[in-house]
């Protein structure tokens, strides 16, 4: 299994200008592409002229977009240059608006219509015997402002109007009021219908001045309006399956996520270039993705000037990635440092399973990452670390705090302190010692392997001499022998300057071993946690069984066992990194490097539904 990061090297790609942003696209697919904009890059001109394109399509669409065709990215290569690609979408809206608001305008007007007619039909059939010669208010009448009005039952006409005649009549959904009054009371009257959310009916002018002529008159105009609005209706709507204006909304997300990445592309009158950095280890890798895409383009890898920083990829696999946060939150290594991505794997849910021992805690934490993956992806480490809590839970026979359910297949915490409390230093004594290791693979890759050898290969010596020394006399010899090579190494090292040397070498050693009796002793709260979770479950069955009935028994139950595992959950993860950070990673990581971030394809946007 790999232990160093993955390499990634500079490279500069071409293509025909025409293809550029089809090249993009092309790179951006294969996940193994990051953009690096190139110091000779002066594309601002063209982008500018394409994203004011953009710009003014989106200006014009706004107030549309409920009748916008329901669309998806195009996968053609673009065949002209983006900024006429993107002026020829904006033309193809203007047609589409221009033919759509005829329509529309066309339809609303026929809607209010018939509104209106079907509020005078509410009106006159709540008539029911009584005699309203309502032709007054269809003929023109300069002395008086008039009119008929349709309100809400629950938004009635508020205020008093003065010098004004009302009459009121409540219809099945309305209430309708015919105000009469002086040309000077039009502000006042119209004022009080629009706060009370009024509508004029309009009266029109073809009614017959018989009113008892009227209801037939209105049904039959009102077959009229329907039967022209339902073409209208058809036109509209064949109109949100445009074709061309599908293709340009297309071109254009495809065009505006192009804007965002034209930073790092340099054009001149036939080409454009591409810069960046790419984890394929062969230029031929990428060139056939372009060739793939139908673009015809080559690829060669340049030298990163030593200044650069060079981006590093870390381990990938579905078993490594819930914890890539992890390393995330220390810092990303650099490209001669050991990626500890697959010893993660294993040590985060190993400590804190054994921190967290319990089969239904463990389950529940299990099925909650499992239900939230969608929402929260990056608790999918709760899942390994779940399972690790499960298994440690059988080891040591506690489920959901109850000791009596299940034999256990090691001890029982609370009965043997001192070794649940001393096992989880031997899994401490092996991360220092691999931590040391992997210092030495990385002097390795420095090609400072016998400093390495000279030095700090002897801590190892003394490390194991000081702890083998705790059970037996030999140990005291091979700890001496170490301390004296670790001396003469540094002076061999800085033979110039010998009592410097001495003395460096002398103060490193003693804050050494002071670390290593610190850090191998910290890993102690490991077990410590595992007796506080027993001590704890303990705790919440003698207050659950202190309740007076049954019924309280389970809700103090459950609420405290929801308390416990949210608490130990945070606890236990605080605890896990820190051992993890202060313990491993302080003896190998300097985390210096610049993380690799992958371009990605343009999102395709969300299919649009007919209202």
Known sequence: MRLRTYRTRLFEAFSPRHQTVHALEALAGTGAVELDAHPKVNAGLEVKNIVD????????????????????????????????????????????????????????????????????????????????????????????YKGLYACPHEQPLEGELKHVFKEVLTGLRHRFLILVGLPESAPEIESAVRAGTCYRVDLPEWLSPKINEWPAQIDSRLEVVQHDITPL?????????????????????????????????????????????????????????????????????????????????????????PFQPLLGMYGTPEEDEVDPSLVLAFVVPLLFGYMFPDVGHGLLLVVLSAALYQRWPEGRFLIPCGISAMFFGLVFGDVFGFDNLIRPLWLKPLEHPMTVLLAPMALGVGLILLGLVFSGIESHWRGMR???????????????????????PWGRYAAGAALVWYVAGSLILDRRKPLRALGRSIGRLLEIVFQFVVNTI????????????????????????????????WIALILVQALVVTLETLVVFVQTTRLVFFEFFIRFLRAEGRVFKPLLPPRKPEQTTSP
């Open 53 to 144: 394109a953009i710009q003014e399509f989106d200006r014009l669409a706004a107030p549309y977009r409920e009748y916008l065709p329901a669309h998806e990215r195009r996968p053609q290569a673009l065949e002209e240059k983006p900024d006429r690609v993107a002026q020829r979408a904006a033309d193809v809206l203007r047609r589409w608006i221009a033919e759509i608001e005829s329509s529309l305008a066309r339809l609303h007007e026929l809607e209010a219509e018939r509104d209106s007619l079907q509020l005078l039909r509410e009106y006159l059939g709540s008539l029911g015997e009584a005699h309203q010669d309502l032709s007054l208010l269809t003929h023109a009448q300069g002395m008086l």
């Open 450 to 472: 016998w400093n390495w050898v000279l030095v700090d290969a002897a801590l190892i010596v003394l490390y194991l001499g000081g702890l083998a020394a705790l059970f037996h």
């Open 233 to 321: 209706r058809e036109t509209v709507e064949s109109m949100k399956h445009d074709q061309p204006l599908r293709e340009s909304l297309g071109d254009v997300d495809l065009l505006r996520w192009y804007t965002q990445q034209a930073a790092s592309l340099t054009m001149d009158e036939k080409y454009c270039y591409i810069t960046g950095w790419t984890s394929y280890g062969e230029p031929a890798q990428l060139e056939d993705q372009l060739r793939r895409a139908g673009v015809d383009g080559f690829v060669r890898f340049l030298n990163a000037p030593p200044a650069r920083s060079v981006p590093t990829r870390t381990l990938d696999t579905w078993w490594a990635r």
């Open 522 to 553: 910290s890993f102690l709260r490991v077990g410590a946690f595992a007796l506080a979770h027993a001590a704890l479950s303990s705790a919440v069955l003698l207050v659950a069984g202190a309740m007076p009935n049954r019924a309280s028994y």
